[in-house]
Structures are given as C-alpha cells and as structure tokens.
C-alpha cells in the first residue's frame, strides 16, 4: 500500500470516527432543555480517536456544552484533542465566556462542528478557532443537528417565535352556526390532530371572548384523554379577568395573561421565556390580529364538508381593503383528516406584503382612516378550543 493510500484510509477513519462522535453528541444535546439556548451536545476525542469527555448545554446560565466536556478532563487532557459539538463554538461573553476561547485555552487541535451559529454577536467561533492555529470543520451531520435545532433556529432568523395560527371552519368559511355554537364543525380525527400539534407548541395563545364562552383547559391530550408528555403553557389575551373557577387554572403549567395592545411585544416577552413556537387558536378575533399584524408563518386551516351560513366569519378583519392587498398563502400540504380537510400554508412574499421584517415582528404602520381596530379579547367561537 502506497504512502497516499494510507493517508487516504486514515483521513477515511477520521472521517468515520467524526460522524459516530457527532452521533453521540447530538445523543447529548437531546438532553438538555428546549428554551431560551440551543440544545448542543459535545464530544471531546483523543489524538488516537477515543471518546475522553462529554458534555451538553443544561439551560441559560449554565456552561455551554463545550465548557462542560472540558469540566471533565484534567491536566492536559484536552491537549490536541478533537472537539466535536452540534453547534458552532461561540464567540462572544454572555452569561458566560466564549467556547471558542475556551478550546483555544484548553490546546484543543481540532474542532468538528454541525451547524453555524447564526447570531451576529454569537457566530465567528470558527473564524476564531482558525486564526490561533486550529483546523475547524464544519457541517458534518448537519441534516440532523438542524432538525433538533429547527425551532431556535427559527427565533433567531424571525427575532421573535414561530407563530403558527389554527382555525377550523365549514366549507363555506364559518367558524360557528348563527347563534354561536361550535362544538363540533370537525371530526374526531382533526381534533386529535390539533392536540398533537399543541403538544408540539411552547405556548397556545387564546383570547378572553373563547375563554370566558367555551371554558377551554389547552391540554394536549391524546384520544383517551391523558395528557402528553410535553404541554404548551397557556397564554391569554384580553383585559377581562379569568374566573377561578376557570380550567385553564388547573393546567399543568400557570397561564399568563397579556392585555393583547401590543402583539409584536407579547412574542418579544415569550421569546424571552424561551418559548419558541407560539400555537394561536383562539378564534376569529385573535387569529385575524395576528394575521393583520403580518406575525404568522404557518396557517393549519380545518376544513369540514358542512355548511352553516350566517354571520360567524372564520376570520375577521385582515386590513384587506381591495383586491391588490390579498394577503396570498402558499400551500405547503393538505391532508385528509376522517371526513376534514387540512390546509397547511405559509405567507406569500410578494410586493412588500408579508414582507421579513413584519414576520420579524415590527408593527405595521396603522392607516388612520381605518378607525378603531376591534379588541383581541372578543368572542371568538371556533371549533376544538378544549
């Protein structure tokens, strides 16, 4: 065997032996919590390619999972080790110092590295890295370390949380029959599904008017009632007080209530809660706030092969006064649901509507010919608020 085939088989090994560590520490950063930090695992390996430490990020305020790996060696151990973490190392002091700084201090040799840290303040680790002389590769197991990373990723990208609005309607676009009843428009299976993608959400945001009419608990349960392991903190919106007797006061986690003047404030104050993904489905009222506010990326519409005519509008005022305004949706999916329909869809960007920096949260200008806007907190009969 030729000097370069060796060479070829080792770097082969080493890329090998990249891969399984980034496996494991993508293992690791699955531990830690889903909030206000990225989930980050790390992997520290030996010159001759053993695993000699671990560690992942627990939480703001905690060690980053780098410095946490490096807790656990003593000496000189980490002296020309490979350092192998899901998440660009960071470059900057926060609550604590920069990881970056902190290999470089521990005479790592090698960083191996998923995916880049976005954060303009917090990105540059790598840069960093290889001016001091050390060799940095990037994006190996990227698919998957983005896919743990896809929410917080998403809140760095908008600046605020991913809003996902959810309403369930007849076929001829009525959230509820003329005297306001609602339960059911849809079937068992779109109800079990609206739970599911609750469980999935950090918080689900309801107005007042739904709560005070229809006496939701925002559980995500499954079809035989019991809870889910993971639940959204519930969020609501509007001046009038919760009765005590309320179900929502008997969740798992304490709701919060926010008077609802101030949408792109709500998200600031949830994201610095760690709250992520943010599931409005609070009826008519509040899903066309959000809508008109220009603060939704997703759509889940639940349609029923029903019709109820009458007033009960599945959405509100969206501030559509002619054609040229439409607020255009791109379909990502549909999905027959039982006898249900559901329409998965996305904001358009087209002509400056929908436009980053309203899905980045910056109030839009209000036009004061428009007049008053209705409060967020009215009735707003729809269908699987329990």
């Given at each position: 065997?030729?000097g370069?085939d060796?060479?070829?088989r080792?770097?082969g090994d080493?890329?090998?032996?990249?891969?399984r560590a980034?496996?494991?520490a993508?293992?690791?950063?699955r531990?830690?919590?889903?909030?206000?930090?990225p989930q980050?695992?790390?992997?520290?390996?030996?010159?001759?390619?053993?695993?000699?430490?671990?560690?992942?990020?627990?939480?703001?305020?905690?060690?980053?999972?780098?410095v946490?790996?490096?807790?656990?060696?003593?000496?000189?151990?980490?002296?020309?080790a490979?350092?192998i973490?899901?998440?660009?190392?960071c470059?900057?002091?926060?609550?604590?110092?920069?990881?970056?700084?902190?290999?470089i201090?521990?005479?790592?040799?090698?960083?191996?590295?998923?995916?880049?840290?976005?954060?303009?303040?917090?990105g540059?680790?790598?840069?960093?890295?290889?001016?001091?002389?050390?060799?940095?590769?990037?994006?190996?197991?990227?698919?998957?370390?983005?896919?743990?990373?896809?929410?917080w990723?998403?809140?760095q990208r908008?600046?605020r949380?991913?809003?996902?609005?959810?309403?369930?309607?007849?076929?001829d676009?009525?959230?509820?029959a003329?005297?306001?009843?609602?339960q059911?428009?849809?079937?068992?299976?779109?109800?079990?599904?609206?739970?599911?993608?609750r469980?999935e959400?950090?918080?689900?945001?309801?107005?007042t008017?739904?709560?005070?009419a229809?006496?939701p608990?925002?559980?995500?349960r499954?079809?035989?009632?019991?809870?889910?392991?993971?639940q959204?903190?519930p969020?609501v919106?509007g001046t009038?007080?919760?009765?005590?007797?309320?179900?929502v006061?008997?969740h798992?986690?304490?709701f919060?209530?926010?008077?609802?003047?101030?949408?792109?404030?709500?998200?600031?104050?949830l994201?610095?809660?760690?709250?992520?993904r943010?599931?409005?489905?609070?009826?008519?009222?509040?899903a066309?706030?959000?809508?008109?506010a220009?603060?939704?990326?997703e759509?889940?519409?639940?349609?029923?092969?029903?019709l109820?005519?009458?007033d009960?509008?599945?959405?509100?005022?969206?501030?559509?006064?002619?054609?040229?305004?439409?607020?255009?949706?791109?379909v990502?999916?549909?999905e027959?649901l039982?006898?249900?329909?559901?329409?998965?869809a996305?904001?358009?960007?087209?002509d400056?509507?929908?436009?980053?920096?309203l899905?980045?949260?910056t109030?839009?200008?209000?036009?004061?010919?428009?007049?008053?806007r209705p409060?967020?907190?009215?009735?707003?009969?729809d269908d699987?608020?329990?």
């Open positions: 065997m030729t370069a060796e060479h070829e080792s770097e080493r890329s090998a032996g990249d891969e980034m496996t494991r993508l293992e690791l950063a531990r830690g919590p889903r909030g206000l930090n980050v695992g790390a992997v520290l390996l030996s010159p001759a390619g053993e695993i000699i430490a671990e560690g992942w990020h627990r939480g703001a305020g905690t060690p980053h999972a780098e946490d790996a490096l807790s656990k060696v003593t000496g000189d151990a980490a002296h020309g490979t350092a973490v899901t998440l660009e190392p470059n900057h002091t926060g609550r604590t110092g920069p990881c970056a700084e902190a290999l201090d521990a005479g790592v040799a090698r960083v191996v590295y998923a995916v880049d840290d976005p954060g303009a303040l917090s540059g680790g790598a840069e960093r890295l290889r001016s001091a002389g050390i060799e940095v590769t990037a994006h190996v197991g990227e698919a998957d370390s983005r896919a743990l990373l896809d929410s990723l998403t809140v908008l600046g949380p991913h809003v996902t609005v959810k309403w369930a309607q007849s076929l676009g009525r959230a509820a003329s005297d306001g009843t609602s059911w428009i849809t079937g068992p299976a779109a109800r079990a599904d609206v739970h599911m993608r469980a959400a950090d918080a689900v945001v309801v107005g008017g739904t709560l005070l229809d006496d608990a925002l559980t995500a499954r079809t035989d009632g019991t809870l889910y392991e993971t959204p903190r969020v919106v009038r007080a919760v009765p005590q007797e309320a179900r006061r008997a798992p986690l304490p919060m209530q926010d008077e609802g003047d101030d949408l792109p404030d709500l998200l600031g104050r994201r610095e809660l760690g709250i992520q943010v599931f409005v489905e609070g009826g008519p009222t509040l066309s706030a959000f809508l008109r220009g603060l939704v990326d759509v889940l519409v639940y349609v029923a092969p029903t109820l005519g009458g009960r509008l599945a959405t509100g005022d969206l501030g559509v006064a002619t054609i040229g305004a439409q607020r255009r949706l791109r990502d999916a549909t027959l039982g006898d249900d329909l559901l329409i998965v996305r904001p358009a960007l087209r400056g509507l929908d436009t980053p920096a899905r980045a949260g109030r839009p200008p209000v036009d004061p010919r428009a007049g008053t409060p967020v907190d009215g009735r707003s009969a699987g608020e329990d």
